[in-house]
């Protein structure tokens, strides 16, 4: 188990950029694919995007493709989300999950490691 922690949250004008950030205190961190998830009010909680062990393979959700980068830092031990050209249907609660099985996937129920959440709000 991970205790994993988002920041970065905010208010951001359509069109600006926010840049959301996962950590956590255990160095088996590194271990873990680190995927992002959003729950929007009133929606099921939906994919955004995923990072692999090492950093070189990622994974998006069409809504985001394009617009929003995930990395990984391994020395900082940290995985960002960099939102670019934000738009009002971003605006959600986002959350870090992590797992310990191989392979980038979408599918929520893979991830039993997660974040208490950031909120983001993309006005109209």
């Known amino acids: 188990q991970v205790q994993l922690v988002e920041s970065g949250g905010g208010l951001v004008q359509p069109g600006g950029s926010l840049r959301l950030s996962c950590t956590a205190p255990?160095?088996?961190?590194?271990?873990?694919?680190i995927a992002w998830f959003r729950r929007a009010p009133g929606k099921e909680r939906e994919f955004v995007a995923a990072v692999n062990k090492d950093g070189g393979s990622t994974y998006y959700a069409d809504s985001v493709k394009g617009r929003f980068t995930v990395s990984r830092d391994k020395a900082a031990n940290t995985v960002a989300l960099q939102m670019t050209r934000v738009k009002p249907e971003d605006t959600a609660v986002y959350y870090c999950s992590g797992t310990l099985l191989s392979g980038l996937t979408a599918r929520l129920e893979r991830y039993d490691n997660w974040g208490q959440g950031t909120q983001v709000t993309v006005p109209q």
């Open positions: 255990e160095r088996s961190f590194q271990n873990y694919v």
